[in-house]
């Protein structure tokens, strides 16, 4: 019988403490797996949603992130001149702006204002596109609270932070119902001309934009540099650029908390799994020494703790992995309840790379966790063991 | 009355001016003080242009420490307090008279806190021109630390149970070893539940023991775990805080856990015969 087999058939000899063990390492890796998944999981869900948009570079005016720096002034010629660019296939002026429905119910809302085009930074579900002046778009969740479809007359307070003034309300018309890729739970979206909002503003700071979405003909790279070089005051980043902004400033909290926790749980996995074989191993110390006797070599019974340690470890380790993507469900369920996170982005994505990391982690633990329960059977003096058994 | 201001005004460090105290004052995070090697009594030219055009001196009188924000992980604040006065001048168009600039926020103290939503309503309502709002909706942050909040009590949830079945899987093993002992008291006439009470004390000594040192190291690792994210992310926010609350609540979780798991672990050898529990 080979030590993986002996190994078995010990682990089924006691099912009750085999299970849980089995369990502890499969709770414990679920865990493991999913703070390898948080560990990258936004900056991919990121990447993904930057990328669905389909601009590939963006235009700010300062290496903040959009939104959090000063705006681009004279945006419309600015993107007229970016879109006449060789590299670059089209641009769109967009600012943001803070809004409220005008209505009892106050909803908080925000009002994207675009210039600029081809293209549209969001797709038209019900009715039409907000081609005129005073005309928007609105996305499901405004669409729903609201009970607005196309051609209902919508009443929007703007607090465009700039202006001196809160601006009076404006009268709008809804021209369609919209899926916009950044779309939260808690802010509805609101969008239409460049024009239209900065109306609603009040006409202050107009004609002033955030960034500016740029869609590159060929290469995204020779497109940025073509945008620096003729616009040296404003930063053109790629998608890969702006994950890296974000990197620096908004992610580093998950990562940094999803090594720490992965470092706690794997610790906690090892010391559990060493006591648990330790204990194991010196209730079993006669068995052992009976078994030296009989001519197993050490390396053999060396071998058949490491390979109970694999099966509990392995076992628990294939275990964790469907119940670490329920966990990533649920604890992904809660993360997005965070205000301003878009709909469409996760913080727990499956990526292969994790999956091998969880794996060799594992691997790692089996063997760290074997370590001093096989020393003490390679010490195990054969004759003092059997004579204290039988003595005692 | 100070404001911020935000960091793309432009900063040129001189040498200290003769008529210095005429000069009109800042404060200077620290952070923004290191960056750029600004000290106390040092004289700095302020503009509001990225070219540099129309900067002011100011005169350094201080440097602080930002409130912590949570908000603002990640981002160095890199700030500048003046006095309401000097900013307006400093940001003021040519054309633009004096008395006739905006501020972008009024913050209100009310006497009675609650009234804080119907107060906004009677400003909306009274003062055309003007966006009033509760603090408590003004700052979004609130719920982002909340949402964390149920995060970090899921992960813990998940840590207890995991936890809560390696200890069965000891106390099984444990209780396991002390089989023969059982049987013996049992045939010398000790009662079931004589024996139970024994385990439950045992059980609870050792669970109090477990929580009072997995106390002492989550205390001293406290300070450890905070000065790190001090230092990674430049700031003065307090990360882990081990309130007697939270030391209290731990100690009545995972006592009777440890205190439950020894018992049914001992609860299934207790049922068995003595004879054959002693006959081992």
Known sequence: ?392 | MHVLLAIFLVLLASPALGQEDELPSILISRQLAALEGIEVGQTVRLGSDPDGSGARPFRVAGVYEPVPDPARLGMVPREIRLHLPDLLALTRGPDEPAGTEHVETINIALVEGDDARAFARDVNARVPGVAARPTEEAAGAAGTFSVLQRFHLAIAIVTIMAATIFLLALTIMLVDERRETVGILRLIGLPVRRILVQVLVEGLLIAAAGCVFGLALAVASESLINAFFQWRYDTALVFVRITPALAARCFAIAVPLGAAATVVASWALLRRNALRLARR
């Open chain 1, 1 to 392: 019988m080979n030590a993986l087999a002996f190994a078995w058939l010990k682990l089924v000899r006691q099912p009750a403490r085999a299970s849980l063990g089995v369990l502890g390492v499969a709770a414990v890796g679920a865990l493991l797996l999913d703070m390898l998944l948080l560990s990258e999981g936004l900056v991919t869900s990121m990447r993904d949603l930057l990328d669905r948009t389909g601009f590939d570079i963006r235009v700010t005016a300062t290496a903040d992130l959009p939104g959090s720096g000063p705006r681009i002034p004279a945006a419309t010629a600015t993107a007229a001149a970016l879109a006449a660019l060789p590299p670059v296939r089209s641009a769109i002026a967009v600012r943001f702006a803070d809004a409220q429905a005008g209505d009892p119910s106050e909803t908080p809302l925000a009002f994207h204002g675009i210039s600029g085009g081809p293209g549209r930074p969001w797709t038209v579900l019900r009715g039409r596109d907000a081609d005129r002046p005073g005309e928007v778009v609105v996305s499901e969740s405004v669409a729903a609270t609201l009970g607005l479809e196309p051609g209902a007359p919508l009443v929007v307070r703007a607090a465009c932070s700039a202006a001196a003034d809160a601006p009076p309300p404006a009268m709008l018309t809804v021209a369609g119902v919209a899926a916009f890729p950044f779309d939260t739970r808690d802010e509805g979206l609101v969008a239409g001309s460049l024009a239209t909002l900065d109306e609603a503003c009040g006409g202050a700071d107009a004609d002033e934009a955030d960034l500016i979405l740029v869609t590159s003909a060929q290469e995204t790279d020779a497109a940025a540099a073509a945008i620096r070089s003729i616009r040296p005051d404003l930063h053109a980043a790629t998608n890969e650029q702006m994950i890296a902004r974000f990197r620096e400033s908004g992610f580093t909290y998950f990562r940094q908390i999803s090594a720490v926790l992965s470092a706690v749980t794997i610790t906690f996995a090892l010391l559990l799994i060493t006591v648990l074989l330790t204990v194991s191993v010196n209730q079993r110390l006669g068995e052992i020494a009976a078994l030296r006797a009989l001519g197993l070599s050490r390396r053999r019974v060396v071998s058949d703790v490491l390979c109970e340690s694999s099966l509990i470890v392995g076992l628990g380790g294939l275990l964790s992995l469907p119940l670490g993507l329920l966990l990533a469900a649920w604890l992904d369920g809660i993360l997005k309840a965070m205000p301003g996170i878009p709909s469409t982005l996760h913080f727990f994505v499956f990526d292969p790379d994790a999956l091998v990391l969880h794996l060799l982690l594992l691997v790692a633990t089996a063997v760290m966790a074997a370590m001093y329960p096989m020393l003490i059977v390679a010490r195990l003096p054969i004759a003092a063991t059997l004579r204290n058994e039988v003595v005692s």
